[in-house]
């Protein structure tokens, strides 16, 4: 072969340069882009190829015919870069077999018809060789597909472009320094492709482009080694952020600034039970709980979060709200964020530690005080059989008292696995305390479902029980329990016709803290708030006629049983099967409203 | 082609580049350097002087296609030990380490070396092109997954799996040497631009055998020195299967096919007698490297196989060509 022309010498330092980038592109595999970087390498290398063959050619057939040969590596280009971009900078979704079929339809189109011998001049309507100075060129003259392709591969690349123009204002340099160098090493072809198809070119016939696969071949490699492209992908970031969101333990709601509901986490969707599909594009005060409170949290208010009882999936719980705003490049805020924070535990633990600082402050200082009275009392008279009483039941108290403690630490032991237990035996355990208690009471028990419940359910009930018939000034003391289920929930009834429970004691565990002037009697009515609380369940107290009190506990059923079965064998409980309704209490119906 | 040997171990279980804190830093180095050269860069070297030998041996004018062809075999080389880094640190350490160590800025040799090899094979037609990009693709289908990986994607359910060809019983070595065969007779004439009818298509043929029957013995002869790598890598070779006897004979049997091959290219007459006598004072030293193959330290079979080209280079030049 003769001695080849200056320009075909060029492109063979493009050829060289962009297939080491090739190679090394493809060595990354399957870092995210890599493949594509390769496709788009290779199609520049192959381009470069043929047009020395074109140029180097001396009949105008030869150079037809590599003329065409040069279409492979001109379609792949466009859809390499697009494709690369997208799967580098973390939009991989859209890198599907079917988006690739889809924008690879135009450029096979073209090489068919590049193969086909270009039947009605479809690509190119005449080839004439013109001898210039650099040397012996083509000449074509574009036909209506030329165009058509020539617009498609500008707007895949202006597509590819701006996620990666995105990473130019990125924070992390290597991102910057790699988007850079690949912008410039798109840019260069581009620039070299404008100034063929304006004109501007004053050699007839010479295309530029592949001469600036050089540059693109040198800013690739310097891409690829210097700012650790391939091996430093942004792709992962998107990712992880979405798994982040999605992923966090708290519930995240996201409403537009109008109002509407734009993305909720998976959190947010399994506590309250919302259908994510069904959700976004609602009005968020439809969906998002205590909606109408939580948007008032503007300003200062946002930095201040207070809790918000919200029923949940698992019940009734304090959440903490807080918003955030969503703010575009342009101070403008888009969306805001609302987080809630569970902060349940937090609280039980504080009112659990006020409780049992009042119990040893009061309650233990006074029995303490009454021993030591009546102690000093049987000092002088020993025979004193009134003061030997009050002592035994000053220390009795105090030993009750121990054991409730105790049982309210057991309630809360972390280590302890939740165990369920059929309503039935929990019911019978408490009507066999109560009947420890006061042997001469009445006491009925209703129709109990056998549904199975969490042993703490125990605890409560048999709390309520031995207060029902213990603090029943009568004769023979009557007390009645019945247990029903509906929508997932167990409601149990306590009726007694004692003296009534005193309102004070409702106040304090309303409000859920005690004071040195406002507190309870003892502890046993918050062992059942706190073990009502801890079921996610709720608890309200209502007066009997003419005496007395109904105490109406609903907590969840356990549901961590297996289903299709019952305790003991026996089927479940229809309702437990029934489909939950979707609002704010989640895959429940709402708790039975027991009133107060 | 080339190989570095294995270091032999010390009697507490080291090796010697374990124990470097007893070396001399600069005599390190020097064994560093030394792996490196006797590496890719010395099969390139090889490979352009075997060129070099069969444009003499077919009266073609001189070209780039040594230089071409050389340049493919160090990207090639370099490639593959960057490839089997760790599966070759037991048979070759030096070089292994070299490998790991190095791995980005040998790929990056080898990648803009292979991409001078194509320009250079542009430049000189699409005939050369396609020649430089044999070697290439074979190493592709002889080293890598792609084989594999595609067998999977015509078979999903596993029933059929598709080996690696370095992996497969003589076909791996008998795919290297009908590579090199085809860039090292093909690529005189078609980087000079002259058909095979020009030049002989008997010779040429011949010499096609020859080279691949060379290149063949070339591969298997370091396998001896590699047998026990080889083997707990599940490597079929030659002495893995049959032994290093067993080698020996076969590869010397090889050697003789050679040796016919070439005087059946001198009695055509359409080849260079001085270039056909340097091969054949080449083919003398590989006989004698095969005979010793069990004799030779790791050192020297790993090199002096592919030495009898570099003699045949020598004695080509020495000769007056």
């Not at chain 1, 590596?73 to 599907?96: C, E, K, M, N, S």
């Not at chain 1, 070299?192 to 071949?217: E, K, M, Q, R």
């Not at chain 2, 043929?205 to 026990?228: K, T």
Request: charged residues 20%.
């Amino acid at each position: 072969m003769a001695a080849l022309s200056p320009l075909s010498v060029a492109l063979l330092v493009a050829v060289t340069v962009g297939l080491a980038a090739a190679i090394l592109a493809w060595r990354e595999r399957p870092e995210p882009g890599a493949t594509w970087l390769a496709v788009l390498l290779t199609g520049q290398v192959w381009w470069a190829t043929f047009l020395v063959f074109e140029l180097e050619a001396t009949t105008l057939p030869a150079k037809a015919l590599w003329y065409d040969v040069q279409w492979v590596g001109v379609v792949a280009i466009p859809v390499g870069w697009l494709f690369f971009a997208l799967a580098y900078t973390g939009y991989d979704r859209y890198v599907t077999p079917f988006s690739v079929a889809l924008v690879s339809v135009i450029p096979v189109a073209t090489v068919a018809v590049a193969a086909a011998g270009d039947p009605g001049d479809l690509l190119a309507v005449d080839r004439v060789v013109r001898e210039t100075a650099v040397g012996t060129f083509l000449d074509v003259v574009p036909g209506p597909l030329y165009y058509v392709i020539a617009g498609y591969t500008y707007l895949l690349g202006a597509v590819g472009s701006v996620p990666l123009i995105q990473l130019i204002r990125d924070d992390a340099r290597p991102f910057r320094g790699q988007s850079a160098a690949l912008l410039v090493g798109t840019a260069a072809p581009w620039a070299g492709n404008l100034a063929h198809l304006s004109g501007a070119v004053p050699i007839p016939g010479l295309d530029p482009t592949p001469l600036a696969f050089a540059v693109s071949g040198v800013a690739y490699l310097l891409a690829l080694s210097r700012f650790r492209l391939l091996t430093l992908a942004p792709a992962p970031r998107r990712r992880a952020r979405q798994l982040v969101f999605e992923q966090l333990h708290d519930p995240v709601f996201v409403v537009g600034t109008e109002g509407l509901l734009v993305d909720l986490n998976e959190c947010a969707a399994e506590t309250f039970g919302i259908d994510r599909r069904d959700a976004i594009g609602e009005p968020a005060a439809t969906v998002v709980p205590k909606y109408d409170a939580i948007r008032e949290l503007d300003g200062t208010d946002a930095d201040k979060p207070r809790p918000i009882p919200i029923v949940g999936r698992d019940g009734q719980r304090p959440y903490e709200a807080t918003v955030r705003d969503v703010v575009d490049d342009h101070d403008r805020t888009t969306a805001r964020v609302i987080t809630f924070h569970d902060v349940g535990a937090y609280l039980g633990q504080q009112q659990r530690l006020n409780v049992l600082n009042r119990v040893f402050r009061h309650d233990v200082r006074t029995e303490t005080n009454l021993i030591q009275g009546y102690a000093e009392q049987l000092r002088s008279d020993p025979t004193d059989e009134r003061a030997l009483s009050i002592i035994e039941e000053s220390a009795g108290r105090m030993l009750e008292l121990s054991e409730r403690t105790r049982t309210a630490g057991e309630l809360f032991d972390p280590t302890e696995e939740s165990e369920t237990a059929p309503l039935t035996d929990a019911v019978d355990e408490a009507v066999a305390e109560a009947r420890a208690v006061a042997p001469d009471a009445r006491i009925e028990v209703g129709q109990v479902a056998p549904v199975p419940v969490p042993v703490v359910l125990e605890v409560v009930l048999g709390n309520l029980c031995t207060n029902a018939v213990r603090h029943n000034d009568a004769d023979a003391p009557w007390m009645r329990i019945d247990a029903a289920v509906a929508d997932g929930w167990v409601e149990v009834t306590v009726a007694d016709d004692g003296p009534g429970i005193d309102p004070a004691e409702y106040d304090v565990l309303d409000r859920g803290t005690e004071t040195p002037l406002r507190h309870g009697s003892g502890i046993g009515l918050w062992i059942v708030k706190w073990g009502v609380d801890h079921l996610g369940g709720r608890i309200s107290f209502d007066e009997r006629e003419p005496t007395g009190t109904v105490v109406t506990v609903c907590v969840p059923v356990d549901r961590s049983e297996t289903p299709g079965a019952g305790p003991d064998g026996e089927p479940p409980d229809p309702h437990l099967d029934d489909p939950a309704p979707s609002d704010e209490s989640g895959s429940l119906g709402p708790p039975p409203n027991a009133g107060r | 082609m080339a190989n570095e040997p294995t270091r032999p171990s010390a009697p507490d279980g080291t090796t010697a580049q374990y124990r470097s804190h007893a070396t001399p830093s600069d005599s390190g180095t020097l064994r560093l350097v030394a792996a490196f050269v006797a590496g890719a860069p010395f099969a390139g070297l090889v490979a352009a002087v075997e060129v070099a030998v069969v444009t003499a041996a077919l009266g073609v004018p001189l070209s780039a296609a040594p230089v071409a062809v050389g340049l493919v075999a160090f990207a090639v080389y370099a490639a593959d030990h960057v490839a089997d880094a760790e599966g070759d640190i037991g048979s070759t350490p030096v070089r292994a380490r070299i490998a790991l160590r190095y791995a980005d800025q040998l790929m990056v040799a080898a990648a803009v070396s292979y991409g001078l090899a194509v320009a250079l094979a542009a430049g000189a037609g699409p005939a050369a092109l396609a020649l430089v990009l044999v070697p290439g693709a074979v190493w592709i289908g002889y080293a890598t997954d792609w084989l594999p990986a595609a067998g999977d994607l015509v078979a999903p359910l596993g029933e059929v799996s598709v080996p690696r060809l370095k992996d497969v019983f003589l076909l791996n070595s008998a795919a290297v040497a009908l590579a090199w065969a085809v860039a090292v007779v093909a690529a005189p004439l078609a980087f000079a631009g002259v058909p095979v009818d020009s030049a002989g298509a008997p010779a040429v043929a011949l010499l096609f055998a020859y080279v691949f029957a060379r290149s063949f013995v070339d591969v298997e002869v370091p396998n001896v020195r590699d047998v026990a790598a080889d083997a707990a890598r599940g490597v079929a070779t030659l002495p893995v299967v049959y032994g290093v006897s067993g080698t020996r004979r076969a590869l010397l049997a090889v050697d003789a096919v050679a040796a016919g091959l070439l005087a059946a290219t001198a009695a055509t007459g359409a080849a260079s007698t001085p270039a056909l006598a340097a091969l054949g004072v080449g083919l003398a030293v590989s006989v004698t490297v095969t005979a010793l193959a069990d004799r030779l330290g790791g050192a020297a079979l790993g090199v002096a196989p592919d030495c009898s080209y570099l003699v045949a280079g020598a004695v080509l030049l020495a000769i007056g060509w």
